[in-house]
C-alpha cells in the first residue's frame, strides 16, 4: 500500500519549546519534501532530500532543519520554536530519476505555537 | 527560475455548471504539469498529470488542457458536484537538469452548491 505518513497529526507547543515532525513512507522513493501550507496560501518548500544524508534548502529554510538517516524517514525539526511557524506541514515523496513523477504527500501536521 | 500563477483564487458555481481554473507559467521549456486536489482538512492528491506533448486530456468529470503558445494550463470541470468543492493547485516541474521539484500555483477555492 503506497503511503506516506505524518506524525503527530496535531501539535500545539509553546514559543521556544523544540518540535520535531516525522514522516515515513513505503515506497522506497529516494526523494523527499517538507513544506508548509498557511490559510489561503500554496505550499512552500522548507527542504528537499534527494537520500540519506543529501539534503537540500528549498525556498523558506530559516528557522528549520531537518534529518534524513535512513531512506523511507525524513524528520522536520524546529530548534526554538516561534508564533510564526504555526502552520500546516506537508511531507511528500517522489521516485527520483522520472521527471514525470508525482509527489505522494502525507496526512499533514497542524502545529500551533502559542 | 519558473514561477507560476493560479486564478481565480476563490470560485464559486452552482451544481451542475463548469468550473475552470486556470495557471500561467513562464519557462517556455516546461514539459511536466500536475493538477492535485485538496478537500477540506485533507492532504493532497493528484488528480492529473500532463506531458506537453498532449494538448487535451481528459479524466472522470473534468478535461485539463495545454496551450503551449500561452503557456496556459486550465482544469475544466464538466457539470460540477458538491463533491468537487476542494482546494485545486497545479504544479509544474522547471526544466532544469535533474530537478526534483515541483513550482505550485497558489491554488483555488472551489465551492458548489446544490
Known amino acids: 500500500d503506497m503511503k506516506v505518513t505524518q506524525m503527530p497529526r496535531y501539535l500545539i507547543k509553546r514559543m521556544g519549546e523544540n518540535v520535531l515532525l516525522e514522516c515515513g513512507q513505503d515506497?522506497?522513493?529516494?526523494?523527499m519534501y517538507w513544506y508548509r501550507q498557511d490559510p489561503g496560501l500554496g505550499l512552500q518548500l522548507i527542504y528537499i532530500?534527494?537520500?540519506?544524508?543529501?539534503?537540500s534548502e528549498g525556498d523558506i529554510p530559516k528557522g528549520y532543519r531537518v534529518s534524513r538517516k535512513k531512506r523511507e524517514h525524513f524528520s522536520l525539526i524546529l530548534d526554538s520554536a516561534k508564533t510564526n511557524q504555526t502552520s500546516v506541514y506537508f511531507c511528500?515523496?517522489?521516485?527520483?530519476?522520472?521527471?514525470?513523477?508525482?509527489?505522494?504527500f502525507g496526512p499533514g501536521t497542524r502545529l500551533t505555537v502559542l | 527560475g519558473e514561477q507560476v500563477e493560479q486564478r481565480p483564487p476563490h470560485l464559486s458555481v452552482r451544481e451542475g455548471d463548469s468550473a475552470v481554473i486556470t495557471c500561467t507559467y513562464t519557462?517556455?521549456?516546461?514539459?511536466?504539469f500536475f493538477w492535485y486536489k485538496q478537500e477540506p482538512g485533507a492532504s493532497l492528491q493528484l488528480l492529473m498529470k500532463?506531458?506537453?506533448?498532449?494538448e487535451i486530456n481528459e479524466g472522470q468529470g473534468f478535461t485539463v488542457l495545454l496551450n503551449k503558445k500561452d503557456k496556459r494550463l486550465s482544469l475544466n470541470l464538466t457539470a460540477a458536484h458538491p463533491g468537487d468543492s476542494a482546494a485545486y493547485f497545479c504544479?509544474?516541474?522547471?526544466?532544469?537538469?535533474?530537478?526534483?521539484?515541483?513550482?505550485f500555483g497558489e491554488g483555488t477555492k472551489l465551492t458548489v452548491s446544490s
Open positions: 515506497m522506497s522513493h529516494e526523494t
Open positions: 511528500a515523496s517522489s521516485l527520483s530519476g522520472d521527471k514525470y513523477a508525482e509527489q505522494f
Open positions: 504544479a509544474v516541474r522547471p526544466n532544469q537538469g535533474g530537478s526534483a521539484k515541483l513550482i
Open positions: 532530500s534527494y537520500d540519506v544524508d543529501s539534503n
Open positions: 500532463v506531458f506537453s506533448s498532449t
Open positions: 519557462d517556455p521549456n516546461s514539459y511536466y
